[in-house]
C-alpha cells in the first residue's frame, strides 16, 4: 500500500507545473496583444505622416534650389545629376520589393544627403541676386529716366557692341537677344544690378551713372566674360 501512494504521489507533482506553465504563456500573449496595438494604431499612424511630410519638404525644398539657380552651369549639370539619381533608386527598389528594412533605410537616406547636399550647393545662385540692390541707392533710384541702353546678347558670346554711351543721371538699361546671359556692371556701386534674357528674369533695371565715368558692361555666367562678352558705356 506504501508504494502505491508514493507513485501516485510522484505521477501527479508533473503535472501541477503545467497549468502554472500556461498561465504565464497566456499573460505573455495578452501582455504582446496589448503592446501591438499601441504600436500600430496610435504611434505609427502619428508619426509617420509627420515623418514623411518632413521628408518631403525637405527633398522639394533642395530641389527647387537646384532647378532656381537658373543659368549656372554647375547647377545644370546637378539638377541632372540629381534626376538620375532618383530615376536609379526608384528602378532599385522596384526591382527588389523584398528588400531588408536596414538596406532600405541606407538607400533612402543616401538619397536625401544627397538631395541636401545638391540644395546647399545651390543655395547661392538660387537666391534672388536682386535683393542685394534693395537698399543700394545707385540701383533701381527713383526718379524721372534720363537716358536707355538697348543690349542684346548674341549666340557668339558676344554683346551687340563694344561700346555704348548714356547721358548721366538715372539710366534704363533693356537686355535682350539669346537666352542664357546676364548683364552686370563692373563696379562694386552697382552691387544688386543685374538683368538676364533667361524667361521669368529681369530685363529691365535702371542705374545712377556718373558724369564722366566709364564701366564695364558684362555676362556673369563663368567664361562668358573672358570670350569677349563685355563692353564699355560711357557716361556723357
Known sequence: MSD???????????????????????????????????????????????????????????????????????????????????????????????????????ILGGVLIFVIGAGLVSLGPSLDEGEAGAGNPNVNPPGAVKGTVAVEALSTLKFNSDSYTAPAGKVEFNYGGATGHTLAIQDSAFDGFLLTTDAGGPKKGSALLKAGQKYTLYCTVPGHEAAGMKATLTVS
Do not use: Y
Open 4 to 106: 502505491t501512494t508514493t507513485l501516485d504521489d510522484t505521477s501527479e507533482s508533473p503535472s501541477e507545473g503545467l497549468p502554472e506553465l500556461a498561465e504565464s504563456e497566456r499573460l505573455g500573449a495578452e501582455g504582446d496583444a496589448v503592446d501591438t496595438p499601441l504600436k500600430t494604431r496610435v504611434l505609427l499612424p502619428f508619426l509617420v505622416p509627420l515623418l514623411s511630410i518632413a521628408i518631403v519638404a525637405v527633398l522639394v525644398l533642395n530641389i527647387s534650389r537646384v532647378f532656381l539657380a537658373g543659368d549656372k552651369d554647375s547647377a545644370l549639370i546637378m539638377g541632372i545629376v540629381l534626376t538620375l539619381a532618383i530615376l536609379v533608386g526608384a528602378s532599385l527598389l522596384a526591382a527588389a520589393p523584398r528588400l531588408r528594412s536596414a538596406s532600405l533605410a541606407m
